[in-house]
């Protein structure tokens, strides 16, 4: 008897040809044809007695078939079989050639028995003979002797430098003044091109920089004067203030997060056909945002985006479904056509993971090998594996008692409690949740309850009953053994009764009718296996939509109305316990409920809002075995793979093939973060540098293999990476040896060099040697994203909200499922905080800042590119946002300098550039302010290269 | 580099301080310091488009980043104008005539799936419109399409392509951008970024959107994707100028220039800080295009010089509403043909939210009255805009793309008056610069179901477009996270049988 262990399929013993049902079921399910089983059983009956040799049977058939293209001067897909090492590795298909002892997964063997036609060896000719078939098969069969090559390995460890170990590199000797290592390694960079440091910038030009670079925000006057003045004192004192300062500022989280939604292409839509808002999907923003504010070292940020559900910081995962996707109601009825779409959510979610972390394309594994780089498409589906019980989809974040969102819903939750104590004195009372409605009874104990509606017909997608006991527990579930009962008389055509308790939310619901004249109304009724004690009953139309979007037309109706409940009790009678329709009459007789009763509405809103809430952040769904899809193709699936990171940095996690989900992704974050993995540091520490300097060291952000660029300083690099994970350079904040992993650590390193505090003018030697400036000689000015001048226009006219955090503003229309978001209305008071909270609809143009190359999340956007077009200068110069701003400007002005024209457009300079006006420049000025406005002067301000450009 | 020829007197003489630079030896191109494709030179290697050709970036300047470029290989098409037909047109209605349909009408042949996209299948159905031999070439073309039919023998038409998607925005996306997914750079934005445009003070790359509103998948289909955002499509109709592009009401036409001049005057001392700066520079220049963008916008949306004739022609009076607003899109397509814009994308038909009663092709019931009403609007102002350019000589230099994004099925759906999508084959048909003429290549089957013969797959065609256009899609591409993007990502084959 052949077998192994391993082995999905048991190859029949020496006698036997026959093969068994289940041996079919299971090699179709794999997608090996009959035909191959069949050739395989075939030989084993009459060639297995006879030993094949590699020299006499086999080298004559691959030398006449194969080598030609698969051999050592042409490798045809990157396959060689001219080496045993070699059949085994396979070639960029991914897949074995030849596995020992196992012709059904030796692909050399589909290929050549032409199960795919399109892959089918060798191509554009009939098949060889069988008996050379059979040879072949025999062989692999036999273990696929080779003589003089059984030990050979063609498995090589890559050479690629960001797969190497980081080794801390000395820093070197350089004496150019300055005492951070940074510019240490660039100094030498620079001294091997004959080249140095620019002057220092000055400290306006210093002041702006740094603003903008830390916070995204323009320095107000007020902070650019105080730093201008405590610089004359002294000079370094004044700018570590500042960049501590800056580093503090709650606006710092709001402009790093914002790189980081870029490279995620996070949006708060899901893209396709109906591109409907994801509910509450900017709680995972807030998370991003209060990372950054709070430092939280980047092993942890990594590892609670991707198991935030295991450690009390839910809201986290929304990084993993930050990708757009196709809902399943709009992939068609198709099976195979939701097979694929659910592959390509999959891939999504490996793509965010792999661009932002790893600094990888895995997309390319997701077919065949990867061309360049060390990832199998083995690698793409075992991690693949990690993500299975990943879905696109909301739930209730899991939250840590210290959470803010939970800490503030406890707050309300204890508001809430005790107006419950209050109400509860005066009967019973309805509470509007949005998505349901919830109807408070005095605690009954029963084990019937009816409840008759007011309506002549109603629809429920469910209805729950609760108790005070455990209150999470719907005791009229079917499942938790209620049973449901309505007149047949009243049923609705295909909204059959059983959806009312079946736990299912959504457009599948419960319909109840009665004539227009009827004198019985609608009503339905639980049967409890036992009494139970209830106090509450919920209901809904269609909660699904509720749970999972928001800004729809006819969200959240309620086909209701008003309704009683009766309680039957011991005797069989039915007693009345509560009703909607008896408010009135309890708000006369407690005159105090009304208050209450709005109060509480209030709470209920506010907990909905600020509190733990039905997000879009991922849900949960039972993992899948996860198969390697031959070319990418779901209805080709073949061997299982178990969840696992890159083979090549030793990737195995050590998990079965059904080890739960959670834990799947507990040990790929462990993996990730862990110091032996090389990419994790490095891409993380050039991201940063990306963001400081304008460009990475690797100018290919999330691209760290062959096709992406070297980095200009890679024992520069390696060094930041070292120093991000085991910190040696004492933090002056704290005069402490910095946090481990600590991005503002980073951050400050770096704007503390002299390479960041040096002028950004042109110099001829520097323009000469190094005209893109990547040896850093001199501080590389750039075009300003989007969100900093739409800020700063905001900031400059007093008009910028200051909270941080919380739902998107709006700019869109409430819309039809079916059709395109509006822009309604950018630039009223209602949007005037700072960008990152603008509603990000994906690919929708805002009419504004589009033009700016504002990313349209369809794709990783690792860096934007910079365009610049005349569409532009159209906005700049005549959208309502700047008219509107220009004015504004122009008034906050005059008010704080009085009627004096040319003191109010030296206040105007100051607001939006920072700078008093030369004395030509106020000339200019004030002939158009005299002639026109100082508004139209504003909106020439907002238009200068000065204004869009970071200095 | 010598300064281009649209800027003012002033703008070159900003252009011009790069002059200290120039005695050190350098090129103006070495000066972009964060430009369009700041990655430029500072790749690892020259990595291999996947298929294993050497790329061709084009060299794009970022003071200018319309400049003309050229070509690939010398063609005649200069220009595109692609048609599209949202919703997906029934290729079995129209163009592509299938006699079994009409004998086995009712019947169910096996073969035949029981589900299709939206659920259960019907039987068979014959066309609902007849079929006709038109022009010299007696192609067979149905009565729905009569004045579009007359013009056959100029027409080339691709009867096997298949696509990879049956929902309607993947397949908008798959046609228009060459992936399924979201956030590719659209057809359009491709060859603006490889070719620039003619005319600088139009925009290169012009979206007529239907009246009814955007197609489903929205801005994918004339977007810029991860290309700078220089390529997208500029959104306007003859209705609906580009946003933004008048100065707003309450600034006289005067205050405007004391702005603009107010304007010129500021960045021209902050450019002595940096003298030679490529991105200032540019986008110095960038606000004088602006401002002639402004008198050649309007200009080329006006449509009063037209003569009647013309009017009548396209179809402007005397159909539906909506007829008449699509026939002046048309007119104001050919007019920014003429003008040399590179791109002129037209749609017809929207989101089904968009409209009354019919939105776009998409016909799951009642398609014998839906499709008669959308065919209504496109078929008169279409066939006259092609005719005109025809007659006006645009279509010497000028290649025509009429697309949908997948076809309809042969059978009906379980309600029995609509038909279902079809992926498995549609009808496209191209015209004029560079295209064989009065030619039909590929055959779906006896039924229309599948593509039979030469099928051809969207990568296929969107090559061929490439190709017509003077350009190698295997080697236009764009680093993008880590790849050599394409249109036609790593499949496709030019159809050189379409060839003229």
Request: glycine share 8%; aromatic share 8%.
């Amino acid at each position: 008897m052949v077998s192994n262990v391993d082995s999905v399929v048991i190859l029949s013993g020496p006698s036997g040809s026959f093969v068994t049902e289940p041996i079919i079921a299971i090699m179709n399910s794999l997608r090996l044809k009959f035909l191959i089983a069949s050739a395989i059983f075939c030989v084993s009956a009459v060639a297995n007695s006879k030993e094949v040799q590699f020299v006499r049977d086999i080298a004559p058939i691959l030398e006449e078939r194969c080598w030609h293209c698969h051999g050592e001067d042409e490798q045809e897909s990157e396959l060689r079989l001219d080496r045993r090492a070699h059949m085994l590795a396979g070639g960029g298909s991914g897949f074995a050639a030849v596995v020992p002892g196992k012709p059904e997964q030796s692909y050399l063997i589909e290929v050549v028995n032409h199960v795919d036609q399109e892959m089918a060896m060798p191509p554009d000719e009939a098949k060889i003979p069988n008996a050379e078939i059979e040879l072949l098969t025999q062989w692999i069969k036999q273990g696929a002797i080779w003589p003089g090559q059984m030990e050979a390995v063609a498995k090589e460890k890559s050479n690629h430098w960001s797969f190497q170990p980081i080794v801390r590199p000395d820093v070197p000797l350089v004496d150019n003044g300055s005492t951070n290592p940074i510019d240490a390694f660039l100094g030498r960079s620079l001294a091997g091109r004959k080249l140095d440091f620019s002057e220092s910038a000055d400290p306006r030009t210093l002041v702006r920089r740094a603003s903008i670079v830390l916070t995204g925000l323009a320095p107000t006057p007020a902070e650019s004067a105080s730093f201008l003045k405590s610089s004359t004192q002294n000079r370094e004192q004044a700018y570590a203030d500042l960049v501590d300062r800056l580093l503090e500022s709650p606006h710092f989280g709001e402009r790093w997060a914002q790189h980081w939604l870029d490279v995620i292409r996070w949006a708060e839509t899901n893209g396709s056909e109906s591109n409907m808002y994801r509910k509450n999907a900017w709680i995972y923003r807030d998370y991003v945002i209060r990372a950054f504010n709070a430092d939280k070292p980047y092993n942890e940020f990594m590892t609670e985006q991707i198991a935030g559900d295991t450690m009390g910081q839910g809201d986290a995962t929304g990084y993993l479904v930050s990708g757009s996707h196709v809902p399943v109601a709009t992939v068609g009825q198709e099976p195979s056509a939701r097979r694929q779409a659910r592959a390509d959510r999959m891939d999504e979610i490996l793509q965010t993971v792999a661009a932002s972390a790893m600094g990888i394309t895995i997309g390319c594994a997701r077919c065949h090998n990867h061309k360049f780089d060390p990832i199998s498409i083995q690698d793409y589906y075992s991690m693949s594996a990690v993500f299975q019980d990943i879905e696109f989809g909301s739930r209730f974040p899991e939250l840590s008692e210290d959470h803010p969102r939970r800490v503030r819903g406890m707050e309300l939750y204890r508001q809430i409690a005790l107006l419950h104590e209050q109400l509860k004195k005066m009967g019973s009372w309805e509470e509007n949740w949005t998505g349901y409605k919830e109807l408070h009874l005095p605690t009954t104990k029963t084990s019937k309850v009816r409840i008759t509606f007011n309506w002549n017909g109603v629809r429920l997608d469910e209805l729950e009953i609760f108790g005070p006991t455990d209150q999470r527990r719907n005791l009229a579930l079917a499942s938790n053994g209620a049973q449901a009962f309505s007149p047949p008389e009243m049923a609705v055509v295909r909204a059959q009764l059983r959806k009312v308790n079946d736990g299912h939310y959504g457009t599948e619901g419960w319909g109840c009718k009665v004539a227009a004249k009827s004198k019985r109304k609608p009503f339905i009724e639980f049967t409890f296996q036992k009494p139970e004690e209830v106090n509450r009953i919920r209901l809904s139309t269609n909660r699904e939509d509720f749970l999972e979007t928001d800004y729809l037309e006819g969200l959240n109706r309620f086909n209701f109305g008003g309704y009683r409940v009766e309680a039957q009790d011991d005797n069989g009678e039915w007693k009345p316990v509560g009703s909607t329709m008896n408010f009135d009459t309890l708000n006369k007789k407690h005159p105090e409920r009304i208050a209450h009763m709005t109060r509480l509405q209030e709470l209920i809103e506010q907990v909905s809002e600020e509190g733990p809430t039905p997000s879009f952040v991922a849900r949960f769904i039972n993992p899948v075995t996860t198969h390697v899809l031959g070319r990418g193709s779901p209805e080709s699936p073949r061997e299982e793979v178990p969840p696992a990171g890159l083979q090549e940095l030793e990737g195995d996690l050590g998990l079965p093939k059904n080890a739960a989900g959670r834990t799947r992704r507990q040990a790929f974050a462990q993996w990730i973060t862990q110091k032996s993995n090389p990419l994790t540091p490095r891409v993380a520490a050039n991201r940063i540098w990306h963001h400081v300097f304008g460009r990475g060291i690797v100018t290919t952000t999330s691209d760290f293999g062959a096709a992406g660029a070297i980095p200009t300083h890679p024992e520069l690099l390696d060094w930041l990476a070292a120093e991000m994970m085991d910190p040696l350079v004492i933090d002056p904040a704290s005069e402490n040896v910095a946090t481990a992993w600590s991005m503002k650590h980073m951050i400050r390193l770096m704007v503390m060099s002299q390479a960041f505090r040096q002028s950004s003018q042109p110099r001829e030697d520097g323009m000469v040697a190094d005209p893109d400036t990547a040896l850093l000689w001199r501080f590389p000015p750039k075009r300003l994203e989007a969100e900093v001048i739409r800020d700063s226009i905001l900031q400059a006219s007093g008009s910028l909200g200051s909270t941080i955090g919380g739902r998107s503003y709006r700019i869109h229309n409430v819309k039809k499922r079916y059709s395109q978001w509006q822009v309604v209305n950018n630039f009223g008071s209602s949007t005037w905080r700072r960008m990152i909270y603008q509603e990000r609809m994906r690919r929708v143009d805002d009419q504004m800042f589009t033009a700016f190359d504002f990313p349209d999340c369809g794709q990783v956007r690792a860096r934007r590119p910079i365009s610049t077009t005349p569409l532009q200068a159209l906005n700049l110069m005549n959208s309502s946002f700047v008219m509107q701003q220009s004015k504004l400007i122009a008034e906050r002005a005059v008010q704080e300098t009085g009627s004096d024209q040319n003191k109010a457009i030296h206040r105007c300079f100051e607001l939006v550039l920072g700078r008093v006006p030369t004395a030509s420049e106020l000339a200019a000025c004030s002939t158009v302010a005299a002639a026109d406005n100082l508004d139209l002067v504003c909106r020439a301000l907002i238009n200068t290269n000065e204004f869009a450009f970071l200095p | 580099m010598t300064n281009p020829e649209y800027l003012s007197g002033h703008g070159r003489s900003l252009l011009d301080r790069r002059k200290f630079l120039g005695t050190a030896g350098l090129s103006t191109m070495g000066l972009a310091l964060a430009g369009l494709l700041d990655d430029d030179g500072l790749l690892a290697k020259e990595p291999a488009a996947a298929g294993g050709v050497a790329p061709i970036r084009p060299n794009i300047d970022a003071n200018n980043p319309y400049a003309t470029r050229p070509s690939h290989f010398n063609v005649p098409a200069k220009q595109v104008l692609v048609i599209y037909c949202p919703g997906a047109v029934s290729h079995v209605d129209t163009f592509d005539y299938k006699p079994e349909l009409s004998k086995l009408d009712g019947k169910k042949p096996p073969g035949m799936p029981a589900v299709t996209f939206e659920g259960p299948t019907g039987n068979i159905a014959k066309p609902f419109w007849d079929f006709k031999p038109r022009g010299e070439t007696g192609k067979m073309v149905s009565d729905l399409l009569p004045n579009l039919g007359q013009q056959v023998d100029d027409f080339c038409f691709f009867h096997a392509l298949s696509t990879d998607t049956s929902a309607h925005p993947q397949g908008e996306n798959f046609i228009n951008t060459g992936f399924t997914m979201e956030g590719f750079p659209s057809f359009g934005a491709w060859v603006t970024y490889a070719l620039g445009t003619e005319n600088q003070e139009l925009p290169a790359f012009v979206a007529i959107n239907d009246p009814r509103g955007l197609a489903r998948s929205g801005k994918n289909n004339f977007g810029n994707g991860f290309l700078p955002a220089a390529f997208q499509g500029t959104d306007f109709t003859a209705m609906n100028p580009p946003n933004n592009l008048q100065r707003p009401d309450l600034v006289s036409p005067e205050a405007d220039r004391r702005t603009v001049d107010l304007l010129q005057r500021l960045n021209a001392r902050h450019l002595q800080k940096y003298p030679g700066d490529a991105n200032l520079a540019g986008r110095i220049a960038s606000y004088e295009l602006a401002g002639k963008m402004q008198t050649s916008v309007p200009d080329v949306m006006d449509l009063s010089g037209e003569t009647e004739a013309t009017l009548q022609a396209y179809g402007v009076e005397g159909g539906s509403e909506l007829r008449g607003q699509y026939a002046r899109n048309c007119i104001l397509a050919r007019r920014l043909l003429e003008k040399g814009v590179r791109v002129v994308q037209l749609f017809n038909g929207s989101d089904p939210s968009g409209g009354n009663g019919v939105t776009n092709w998409d016909s799951h019931s009642k398609i014998a009255k839906t499709h008669a009403m959308q065919a209504e609007i496109m078929d008169q102002p279409t066939a006259a805009l092609i005719a005109d350019m025809k007659q006006r000589g645009l279509l010497d230099h000028t290649l025509v793309v009429w697309a949908t994004e997948f076809g309809r099925m042969p059978f009906l759906q379980a309600n029995g008056t609509g038909r279902d999508h079809n992926p498995g084959a549609f009808t496209c048909f191209l015209a004029g610069a560079g295209v064989k003429k009065g030619f039909s290549y590929g055959e779906s089957d006896e039924f229309g179901f599948k593509a039979a013969v030469n099928k051809t797959t969207v990568y296929d065609f969107n090559a061929t477009l490439l190709h017509l256009m003077g350009l190698d899609h295997e080697r236009l591409t764009y680093y993008h996270n880590g790849l050599e993007r394409r249109l036609t990502n790593v499949h496709g084959h030019v159809v050189t049988d379409v060839l003229a």
